[in-house]
Nanobody, 116 residues
Framework: QLTLVESGGGLVQAGGSLRLSCAAS????????MGWYRQAPGKQRELVAT???????NIVDSVKGRFTISRDNAKNTVGLQMNSLKPEDTAVYYC??????????WGQGTQVTVSS
């Protein structure tokens, strides 16, 4: 069993910054890719950024240049630094782990609200 716990969400004004963190515990040996998704009200959950075991990153165009994903394999953590936040970044952000056998694990989500 793998447990993911997110932290760092909150309310920020447009142009501000937030940093999300996610810590994995339990069966951490299954971890392969780590990443962040988000879901805005009335919309489907969407990919934000991922990072592989080897450190290769993938960041979606809508946040590229503003968001940075980082990973600490020794601590089994993944972070998302969010700068120049926009109201359209408002969503519940979910930490995700893809296991080495293709299974998905999710955190409980953390709310990010950007006011205009």
């Amino acid at each position: 069993q793998l447990t993911l716990v997110e932290s760092g969400g909150g309310l920020v004004q447009a142009g501000g910054s937030l940093r999300l963190s996610c810590a994995a515990s339990g069966s951490t040996f299954v971890i392969h890719n780590m990443g962040w998704y988000r879901q805005a009200p009335g919309k489907q959950r969407e990919l934000v950024a991922t990072v592989t075991n080897e450190g290769s990153t993938n960041i979606v165009d809508s946040v590229k240049g503003r968001f940075t994903i980082s990973r600490d394999n020794a601590k089994n953590t993944v972070g998302l630094q969010m700068n120049s936040l926009k109201p359209e970044d408002t969503a519940v952000y979910y930490c995700n782990v893809t296991g080495r056998w293709g299974d998905d694990y999710w955190g409980q989500g953390t709310q990010v609200t950007v006011s205009s």
